[in-house]
Nanobody, 117 residues
Framework: QVQLVESGGGLVQAGGSLRLSCAAS????????MGWFRQAPGKEREFVAS????????DYADSVKGRFTISRDNVKNTASLQMNSLKPEDTAVYYC??????????WGQGTQVTVSS
């Protein structure tokens, strides 16, 4: 089992920045990849970014490339998402997730990000 707790959401004006953090506990030694997803009202959950736990290789959705940066600290067992140049369409609940293999097995409770225009 892995427990995930997100923090860092909030309200920001368009063009601003926020940094989300995800603290992992439990079987963190089994984590292969950490990811960030988001779900806006009335929409399906979508992939935002991911990073391999060991090598730190990132991957991004096209909609956030060049604006968001994912990182991880596998000593402190945290994953972060630095979000710059935020747009109103980035408004969503953001979820942290952990994968032992291909599928994401564990999810955090989510943190709200609201970008005002």
């Amino acid at each position: 089992q892995v427990q995930l707790v997100e923090s860092g959401g909030g309200l920001v004006q368009a063009g601003g920045s926020l940094r989300l953090s995800c603290a992992a506990s439990g079987r963190t030694f089994s984590i292969w990849r950490m990811g960030w997803f988001r779900q806006a009202p009335g929409k399906e959950r979508e992939f935002v970014a991911s990073i391999t736990w060991s090598a730190g290789s990132p991957d991004y959705a096209d909609s956030v490339k060049g604006r968001f940066t994912i990182s991880r600290d596998n000593v402190k067992n945290t994953a972060s998402l630095q979000m710059n140049s935020l747009k109103p369409e980035d408004t969503a609940v953001y979820y942290c997730a952990a994968a032992f293999a291909r599928d994401y097995n564990y999810w955090g409770q989510g943190t709200q990000v609201t970008v005002s225009s």
